[in-house]
């Protein structure tokens, strides 16, 4: 048995361990039990949300009969998004939230997300201890009976508090006469991003909200905005909104279908942000993957920029650390930390839109910000996990960053929830770039390829 948490909760194949009805119910036990502990409550609260894979029905009834078995009581929340179950675990007054979701992965994977009474992800250190306790399996229950046993519930109102609180963050700002186009991933938001949107006065075209339990992120939403594109030159759209499958993330693309991504949005909202005095320190938080041109439209507006390691928590630690309100990856990834304290796809796209409308100008203008160096991604089935700096291949890593110099860069780095190995390279020649990854990734396949 391996280790089960990787970047951003527990994730996998549904019904293939880690991911199995045996397992979960042993993490529900773990987590019923830890957070029992901390509380020093007799029954603690979880609330339990899901994306809308069909795996989730297993899932959720596993986890739930596992904390109701350590004599805790549970929340059913149903299909919301992940920023939803971190908002109503602190709305609910419960002590700790869980999300059934694999994100922007395939159908067939899910996954397990926990964040604490006050709506952040858990530290390392409790998903540590989790883990232990799963892989012990010393959790035991045979004296929890009668009264004791916890009981699940269903929530009625999630929606609309969810509603009411994503309109709120930004003031229920009227949206009339935008047109905007709106890709819900076949996800999570299916059932919430076309209403608030409506609801702020805009007209919505949706797309991909039917979903099946088999088609989330089924070539469509923020991984597969194509379709969007689409439709926004089409039908003549101020906008499009792609979100992903647990709608923690967010890809626009301008009235021209041009893509505009997560360095972009961050990019146009820490100015907008600074002129108006709310860009608090006046920092920004992104990861290593952000865009060298980030950088230097950042560095022209006088904005100074945090990187951290790749992964929203690791953002949203470094802003908690240092009181910074923005911050945010280039997949969408992106925390407005007045308003949340997760990565919200939604409450991120209308802020945004708060732009558009305050500044009275196209989102085509606005991106002009930032002028994104090319960049290539390369990414490859490992069979392991091999320290980089040991391979052969390395040499040919050093290489092309020799060559780049200070006119590009060459990050390569293994994914934390899947077996895959991702090559970035940055440079003037788009050509180039994308023959020295192919060459980075040919080499290490020779090594350590599936």
Excluded: W
Aim: hydrophobic content about 40%; aromatic content about 4%.
């Amino acid at each position: 048995m391996g280790k089960l948490f990787g970047t951003d909760g527990i994730r996998g194949v549904a019904n293939v361990y880690p991911m199995t009805p045996e397992v979960v119910l042993n993490i529900g036990k773990a987590v019923a039990h830890i957070f029992k502990e901390r509380c020093g409550k007799k029954k603690p609260k979880f609330v339990i949300g899901k994306d809308t894979r069909l795996s989730g029905y297993m899932l959720e009834s596993a986890i739930a009969s596992g904390i109701v078995s350590v004599g805790a009581d549970v929340l059913l929340i149903g299909p919301m998004p992940t920023p939803a179950i971190a908002h109503l675990t602190k709305s609910l007054n419960a002590d700790a939230g869980i999300v059934l979701s694999a994100s922007h992965n395939p159908a067939e994977d899910n996954g397990i997300k926990i964040f604490s009474e006050d709506g952040h992800k858990l530290p390392d250190n409790l998903e540590d201890e989790i883990e232990k306790y799963v892989l012990s399996e010393k959790v035991k229950t045979e004296h929890v009976k009668g009264s004791l046993i916890g009981k699940t519930y269903r929530v009625d109102d999630a929606k609309g508090r969810y509603i009411e609180f994503v309109k709120a963050s930004v003031k229920s700002m009227s949206l009339r006469g935008l047109k905007i186009v709106l890709d819900c991933a076949n996800g999570a938001a299916y059932n919430t991003a076309p209403h608030i949107l409506s609801e702020l006065g805009a007209e919505v075209i949706v797309l991909n909200n039917k979903p099946t339990g088999l088609n989330i992120n089924l070539n469509c939403g923020a991984v597969h905005p194509e379709k969007m594109m689409e439709v926004v030159k089409k039908k003549r759209a101020d906008i499009g909104i792609a979100l992903d499958g647990d709608a923690d993330r967010v890809i626009v693309c301008d009235e021209k279908g041009k893509i505009v991504d997560g360095d972009h949005i961050i990019a146009i909202c820490a100015i907008e942000m600074k002129s108006n005095g709310t860009l608090k320190k006046n920092h920004v938080v992104v990861t290593i993957m952000a865009n060298k041109g980030f950088d230097i439209a950042m560095e022209k507006k006088k904005i100074k920029v945090v990187k951290t390691k790749v992964g929203d928590r690791h953002v949203v630690d470094e802003m908690r650390k240092k009181g910074y309100v923005l911050g945010g990856e280039q997949s969408g990834h992106i925390i407005f930390s007045n308003y949340s304290t997760t990565g919200d796809g939604i409450i991120s796209a209308l802020q945004l839109l708060k732009v558009i409308k305050e500044r009275r100008e196209k989102l085509s203008i606005l991106a002009e910000c930032m002028k994104s160096l090319p960049q290539v991604l390369v990414n490859f089935e490992v069979k392991e996990k091999k320290d980089i700096r040991m391979l052969k291949a390395y040499k040919d890593i050093k290489s092309a960053e020799l060559k780049l110099g200070e006119k590009g860069r060459v990050l390569v780095r293994y994914s934390g929830t899947q077996n895959l190995c991702r090559i970035m390279i940055e440079g003037e020649n788009k050509k180039a770039i994308r023959r020295t990854a192919d060459d980075i990734a040919k080499a290490m396949k020779r090594e350590i390829g599936a």
